[in-house]
């Protein structure tokens, strides 16, 4: 699954791999593989032969600039995901079959989009085009440090609900996913069911404070569980033991989805 940590990693990736190169062959498939003719809404000639000029994220979107005009916005996240392959196509062998864009990028290199709702997650941009999606997500996550947490202070000030539901609010942080939601609450010692009027002035500030360092620190990890610190809860979800006082894990429902957390340590 896609959160915000990979997306960036991605997005670093691509800017190394991509930029300045021009856009081949697009190609469209459904869950079964076949192909599809309307391009998920797209024509082939709106990408085939320009080049990509620049590359941005925001929040789980990423967007790719064609010919400092045109903008490809891909929204990731959850079971939606992309990847950069190298060398000659090869059967995905083992893997579900899932709906995918995949477009040539110099020869071979292809980058392949897949998951559900594809038509939903891309989007064709020019400077006419209608972007009030964008107006509705809150400030990147990622971005949020020092004076910048002010904005998140004032959102947080307005929330009545769950502090997990919060965090995977895209109009108040877009981008983090449960895994991460699940992190930024147990570095912050607080239950992911905690509802936001009720805690200290102390409390408000370690949970903001915990969101933009986490990721941060995903990130710098490369997103990989084996190379975060051992104090984060990620590197013991399967073993269900706290990394803090060794007790067990409990799952705990919270808006219908289930967060992991530490019963004595987020009390």
């Known amino acids: 699954m896609a959160e915000l940590p990979e997306i960036e990693l991605l997005?670093?990736?691509?800017?190394r791999s991509i930029l300045h190169k021009r856009v081949g062959v697009m190609q469209v498939h459904n869950a079964k593989g076949e192909p599809l003719t309307d391009g998920a809404g797209m024509e082939d000639a709106a990408l085939k032969g320009k080049e990509i000029t620049d590359l941005h994220r925001y929040g789980q979107y990423l967007f790719l600039e064609l010919n400092r005009k045109d903008i490809l916005a891909m929204q990731l996240g959850?079971?939606?995901?992309?990847?950069?392959?190298?060398?000659?196509?090869?059967?995905?062998?083992?893997?579900?079959p899932r709906a995918a864009l995949v477009i040539q990028i110099n020869g071979q290199q292809r980058?392949?989009?897949?998951?559900t709702?594809?038509?939903?997650?891309?989007?064709?941009?020019?400077?006419?085009?209608?972007?009030?999606?964008?107006?509705k997500l809150g400030p990147d996550p990622l971005m949020v440090h020092g004076e910048g947490l002010a904005v998140l202070r004032e959102a947080l000030s307005r929330?009545?609900?769950?502090?997990?539901?919060?965090?995977?609010?895209?109009?108040?942080?877009?981008?983090?996913?449960?895994l991460w939601a699940d992190e930024i609450l147990f570095q912050a010692r607080l239950r992911p069911d905690r509802t936001a009027p009720r805690l200290s002035e102390e409390e408000r500030e370690r949970f903001l404070e915990?969101?933009?360092?986490?990721?941060?620190?995903?990130?710098?990890?490369?997103?990989?569980?084996?190379l975060l610190p051992k104090t984060f809860l990620t590197r013991h979800r399967e073993d269900g033991h706290c990394p803090g006082c060794g007790g067990a894990l409990e799952i705990l429902s919270v808006g219908g989805k289930n967060a992991l957390y530490c019963p004595a340590c987020q009390a």
Do not use: W, Y
Request: glycine share 10%; net charge positive; hydrophobic share 35%.
């Open 11 to 15: 997005r670093q990736k691509l800017r």
């Open 159 to 178: 929330r009545r609900s769950a502090l997990r539901n919060i965090l995977l609010d895209d109009a108040f942080a877009p981008g983090i996913g449960g």
């Open 111 to 115: 980058l392949r989009f897949q998951g």
């Open 117 to 135: 709702q594809l038509a939903n997650r891309l989007r064709m941009l020019d400077e006419h085009s209608d972007v009030d999606f964008l107006t």
């Open 78 to 96: 959850g079971e939606f995901s992309g990847e950069l392959e190298r060398g000659p196509a090869k059967a995905r062998d083992g893997e579900e």
């Open 210 to 226: 915990q969101i933009p360092k986490v990721l941060d620190r995903a990130v710098r990890c490369q997103a990989k569980v084996n």
